[in-house]
């Protein structure tokens, strides 16, 4: 497509349960970023992939936050035993190695009841 | 580390009113900086940049010029209009690495 696409666009979830974001970066852009914006927050960055790997995790919050990237394309981040703190939007972004620019996507609304 | 200062929000003004957002910065190195905004109910769109010392980046009327010596990175536009209402955001990057970001300012533009 000719931007990122993010799914879904919003998920309510249950305190304890599973969720699973997924993330379609522009085709051909090798660098995928997670970034996280809360409302007390801002916008922290979570994680960062070159290809499939993940040379940079140091944003994750705690071992219940990962992420994979498959075929250098894709990347999905799952969040486990969701907590209300939670509670965000969930914005992945991608680059090429040329251009100095991160492409962002609409972003995911996770709401944790 | 690598952190932003942005000017607190919210801003408003009148329209053709003359617009500065102040931004400054401490990174290690020689980063590239950023401005990105976010319309009402839209994404993170980029809305310019500048990749050295003294660069100059400008878009739909906004400037801001890379100033390594007050590591400063001010937003301006002359006259700005009510479609410019949004969030700005200051960011940075050392490489092609994670952004950086300032914590935002809303701002508003009245007709």
């Known amino acids: 497509g000719a931007g990122v696409s993010q799914s879904p666009s919003n998920k309510v979830t249950e305190k304890g349960k599973d969720v699973e974001l997924r993330c379609d970066p522009i085709?051909?852009?090798?660098?995928l970023y997670w970034y996280r914006q809360s409302l007390g927050q801002g916008l922290e960055f979570l994680i960062y992939?070159?290809?499939?790997?993940?040379?940079?995790k140091s944003g994750l919050p705690s071992d219940r936050f990962s992420a994979e990237r498959t075929g250098g394309s894709v990347s999905t981040l799952t969040i486990q035993r969701t907590q209300q703190e939670d509670s965000a939007v969930y914005l992945c972004?991608?680059?090429?190695?040329?251009?100095?620019?991160?492409?962002f996507g609409p972003g995911t609304r996770l709401t944790v009841l | 580390g690598n952190s932003v200062t942005q000017m607190e929000g919210p801003v408003t003004l009148s329209e053709e009113a003359f617009l500065t957002i102040n931004c400054t910065y401490t990174a290690t190195g020689y980063p590239s900086l950023f401005w990105y905004v976010q319309y009402p109910g839209e994404g993170l769109q980029l809305l310019l940049k500048?990749?050295?010392?003294?660069d100059k980046g400008s878009n739909k009327g906004f400037e801001a010029t890379y100033r390594k010596e007050t590591t400063s990175f001010h937003l301006e536009k002359g006259s700005v209009q009510v479609s410019d209402s949004a969030v700005y955001f200051c960011?940075?990057?050392?490489?092609?690495?994670?952004?950086?970001f300032g914590t935002g300012t809303r701002l508003t533009i009245i007709p």
């Open positions: 972004a991608s680059s090429s190695t040329k251009l100095n620019e991160q492409f």
């Open positions: 500048a990749t050295k010392a003294d």
């Open positions: 085709s051909g852009h090798t660098a």
């Open positions: 992939f070159q290809g499939n790997s993940a040379p940079d």
């Open positions: 960011a940075l990057s050392s490489g092609n690495e994670k952004l950086t």
